[in-house]
């Protein structure tokens, strides 16, 4: 499976960004999600969503403010990001498990939020 992540760049605090990965493929796919990583820290979970069942979880840092979303008929998964602040800064990776065991990775993509 390739992931492949866009739509990151600058904006102001307060403003919105949507980041959209599309995968290669969804056979196989259980999970589907978004992690970020500022400088210097480690790779956080930002969203997830349950392929079967839709369900989704949030990092508290994010909840009320992201929302995750997948469409199925175009193999990809979408992060809405609202009302951004200075600390929502990093690269943000959307990330696929399947049902062999694998996860896999896309580039990642900057968000860079200035106050």
């Known amino acids: 499976v390739q992931l492949q992540a866009s739509g990151g760049g600058l904006v102001q605090a307060g403003g919105s960004l949507r980041l959209s990965c599309a995968a290669s493929?969804?056979?196989?796919?259980?999970?589907m999600g978004w992690y970020r990583q500022a400088p210097g820290k480690q790779r956080d979970l930002v969203a997830t969503?349950?392929?079967?069942?839709?369900?989704?979880g949030y990092a508290d840092s994010v909840e009320g403010r992201f929302t995750i979303s997948r469409d199925y008929a175009k193999n990809t998964v979408d992060l809405q990001m609202n009302n951004l602040k200075p600390e929502d800064t990093a690269v943000y990776y959307c990330?696929?498990?399947?049902?062999?065991?694998?996860?896999?990775w896309g580039q990642g993509t900057q968000v860079t939020v200035s106050s």
């Open positions: 493929s969804s056979i196989g796919i259980i999970r």
């Open positions: 990330t696929a498990a399947t049902t062999w065991g694998s996860n896999y």
């Open positions: 969503m349950i392929s079967n069942s839709g369900s989704t």
